[in-house]
């Protein structure tokens, strides 16, 4: 039995996930202040495009597709499924540390659970040393950056580029595999 081309393109599970997230960026986001969060939806862009980029032909971590391969897969989550998280999560930051420790490990476990999901079914995958408790490492340095990029945008900068000068150096990436 052949699977028509169009049900496989909705069975692609970034596909799937940047609709997840469309949607409820669409119900829950604060569209009426996109122009706030724009400056942080290009900075969570931009970082991804960077590590993208950088580690091209030597990838800590991947989405994999095999309707859309990697670099639709990666288009494709993080044009949607990133600008929609932070629709989603800049709006709702409560006040408060331990309310907003909560927001973070509450967001963290949402994108840890999704990528475990996507590496059970195969719609990604680890590299060179990187692993899930990386990842969920990563995220809990990558939500409140976003915060951070929000509040003071200069200082997120800095801060991430010395981490993923780290993330480099740590993980041995080799400048011949950047792009």
């Known amino acids: 039995m052949q699977i028509d081309s169009s049900l496989l393109i909705l069975l692609d599970f970034q596909i799937i996930m940047a609709i997840i997230f469309i949607i409820a960026a669409w119900r829950w986001g604060d569209w009426r202040n996109w122009k706030l969060y724009y400056p942080t939806i290009l900075f969570f862009i931009v970082g991804n495009f960077s590590y993208t980029l950088l580690t091209y032909n030597y990838p800590l971590w991947q989405f994999e597709s095999p ?100 993330i480099i150096v740590y993980f041995k990436v080799p400048f011949s595999s950047m792009k």
């Open 67 to 166: 309707l859309l391969k990697t670099t639709g897969s990666n288009f494709i989550t993080i044009l949607f499924a990133f600008s929609a998280t932070i629709l989603l999560f800049l709006p709702y930051y409560p006040k408060g540390k331990v309310k907003q420790i909560v927001y973070i490990l509450i967001w963290v476990f949402i994108y840890t659970i999704i990528e475990r999901v996507s590496l059970l079914l195969g719609f990604f995958s680890h590299h060179h040393g990187w692993s899930i408790w990386w990842s969920l490492l990563f995220n809990l340095f990558m939500f409140p950056l976003l915060w951070l990029h929000y509040n003071k945008p200069l200082l997120a900068w800095l801060i991430s580029i010395i981490v993923a000068i780290i």
